[in-house]
Each structure stands twice: as structure tokens, then as C-alpha cells.
């Protein structure tokens, strides 16, 4: 192929320039895997040669390929269907995480990028990971390949908010999510909230949905709406259910409810606190010999496929949310979705267990007693709020939502 001098000159302010746009490419075909990758990031990949994309790819599927082969074999694919691009040899490589350098569910991304002679690698986000954290970049470097780091790194360390959280703490990354009325009400004073929000941006929350592995909402919500909390993402294909977990100290789940009733499709935890029964899972064994009320309706439960999970605090009075996350997290759930209400809120953000924070404002007034998104005594004084940081303000429809960190961004 004959690569023109013109088109290699490419001095360093457009050479700059173009990295940008190619890595936000990369950012965006990241994005492909949301949903399938975790507990893995979202990577997305870039080949660039001549000023032009000749391959991309993301890691897709949790096991599957890594972003890097992606790319790498559709450049090779590419190869053969266009008579302009004679080899990857000579190309740039954008990678939203820096390349693995370590055998896992696959081989090592570095040994792909160097064996087909890539000549540089522009890197958004370093891999926190002990078995990779610059080790990657190192190899890369010693095999003579130009890497530079940190590019448009907050905006790909932001795809991986979930990833970067679970691997250093090993507990669910938490996006507690509410949709209030301008004057800051979640349901009316008689507890209806359907619907607050647009139809747009209920759709944006089924998409959220998809992302994440759990759902989680305490017993007032259920009794309240009856919800079912499964996905129905209408620009997914195939979109994957969150696992349900409801929060239900006292056993108070109506067993005609629709979570009950779609148990069976939909994988569902229920978490109760019993000081009478041992901590963690209840298996039948458990129960299987008692005849009270409340026996029966945990062997029905577990009949109908429902998990329950006994984690009291200390005071034996409630669900502790902290030992649910420890006890969430071991099991392979990086992240949930929580979907309140006040109650289960205040007591989630008192817990420290939430990451951040999606709050819908719909252009509505309800007034009076309505419901806040965040119930119980709140703070006397200004000094003692809770610290948000805003990560993005956007429209969607008439609804204005806000993502905030809460305290200091984890990483
Ligand atoms: N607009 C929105 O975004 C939105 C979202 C959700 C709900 N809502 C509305 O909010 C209302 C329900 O709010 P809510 O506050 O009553 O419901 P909630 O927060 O979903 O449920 C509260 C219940 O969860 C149980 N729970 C279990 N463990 C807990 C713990 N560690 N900390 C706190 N609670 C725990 C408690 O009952 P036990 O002690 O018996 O277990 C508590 O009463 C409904 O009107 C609903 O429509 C609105």
C-alpha cells in the first residue's frame, strides 16, 4: 500500500486533534458492552491508520474477547475487503483501559498489540488492576511502541465507574435513583408516583436497568406500587433482568404481589431480618419443620424460587445494609441499582453504601405531605449534609436529570 507523505506528516495539532476524535469513538463503542461485560469493564478499541479507522471492537461479553483483539481482528477483516489497507503494521491503537499484559479468560492484550506491530497506543484510563496497573504501558514501551496515558482519561475512567469500585472494595457500586417533582416530592401524600417522570426518561431508567446486576427496593415500595423491577428496555434487544432484592425486615411481602408472582422468571432476593433464624441464606432445612405463619410463608416463598437472605443488625431490628453489600459483593454482584423509597434511602445514604446519586426533576408540583426521596429526622445543622459532586446535568425530555457523586469520586 502506498502510504502518501502528506497524510504521514500529519503535524502535532491536527495529530492531537484527531486523537480526540478517535478516542471518543473508542469511549463510544465501549459502551456496547454495557450491560453483558460485568463484573468486567467496558473497553472499547480503535485502529487507526492514515488518518482512518480501519478496525474497532469492545469487550462485549463478559469471557469473550477483549476490546484490542475485537479491533484487531475486524481491522484484519477489513484487510481483506479493502484493496487501500495493506497491513495493521504502522498503526495507532486507541484503548479506553490500558491493554492487559496477564493471562486470564484470554491471552494478554500487550502481546497482540506488539506481535502485530502496532507503533502506538493512545491509553484513556489505567487499569487499577495489581496484575496490570502499568505493567501494560511498561511492556508496551520496552517492545519500542509510543504509549501515551491518561487521554480523555475522566471520560473513560467515567465508563467504568462500576468496575474501577468493585475491584478495590469487592461490594456493589450503588446508584440510588428517584424521580421528584420540582418542589421535591417522590410520591403524592396519598403515595402514588405514576408517573412523575416523562415517558422519555422512564425509558432512560430501563435502560439504566440493563446495566446494572441488582435492583433493589425496601417493602414500602412494593406494597405501594406492586412493582415488577425486571427490564423493559425497548432499544435493547434482549435486555437482562437486574436480580430483584427487596428489602423486607418483617416478612411483609404479599405473596399475590407481582414480585412473587414473576419469581420464576425473575431472580429475586428477598432479605429479611429474624434474630430466631441463622444468618445469611435460609435454605428449607431451616424451616422446614416449623408451623407458624411465618414459616409457612418462607416455604412458600422458597417454592417459589424466591433467595432469602437473613441479615439482621446489631440491634436485631432491621435488615444491616452494610453486611448485605459484603455478603452481595462475594457473590459476583458489582453493582445496584436502588430505587428507594425515602425510607430505604435515608438508610442506605446513612450506611455509606450508596455511590451515586440519578435524580430525575419533572416540570410537576405536587405540594402538601408528599414523599421526599429521602425520609427519616435529617440533619440539624448545614455544616452536617451529606457532600455531593455533580458528574452530569443533562435534558431528557422535559426532565431535567442529575448525576452526583456522593463525597469524593472513587476510582
Ligand atoms: N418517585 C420515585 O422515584 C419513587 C421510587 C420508589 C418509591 N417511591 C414511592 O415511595 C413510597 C414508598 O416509600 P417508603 O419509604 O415507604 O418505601 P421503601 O423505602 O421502599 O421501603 C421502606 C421499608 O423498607 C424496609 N426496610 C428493610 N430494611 C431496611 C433498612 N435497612 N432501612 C430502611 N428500611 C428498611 C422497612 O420496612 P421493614 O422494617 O418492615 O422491613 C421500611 O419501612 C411509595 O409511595 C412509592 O410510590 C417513589
Redesign the pocket.
Known sequence: MNIDNESMNIDNESKNKNDEKYMRRAIEIAKKGIGWANPNPLVGAVIVKNDKIIGEGAHLKYGSLHAERNAILSAKDNLEKDDNIDSIEGSTIYVTLEPCCHYGKTPPCTEAIIDNKIKRVVIGSRDPNPKVSGKGVRILREAGIEVITDFLKEECDALNDIFFHYLKNKRPYVLM????TADGK??TST???KW?TSALAREYVQEIRHKYMGIM?????VL??DPLLNCRAKNISNPRHPIRII????L?IPIDSNIVKTASRYETIL?I?DKNLNMGEVVAEDIKLSTTEKGEKLNFLLDKKIKILNIF?KNNT????NSLMKYLGEGGMDSILL?????????ALESGIVNEIMSFISPKIFGGGG?S?V?GNGIDEVSDAIKLSIKDIKMIGDDILTCYYVGRKEK
Not at 247 to 250: A, E, G, I, L
Not at 318 to 321: A, K, N, Y
Not at 339 to 347: R, V
Open positions: 435513583k428517584y424521580a421528584m417522590i410520591a403515595g402514588k408516583s412523575i427496593v425496601g417493602i414500602g415500595t405501594a406500587d428489602c423486607d425486615s418483617n411483609r432479605v431480618a443488625d432491621r435488615i444491616d445494609l430505587e428507594g423509597g425515602g425510607i430505604l434511602n435515608e438508610s414523599k426521596p425520609s
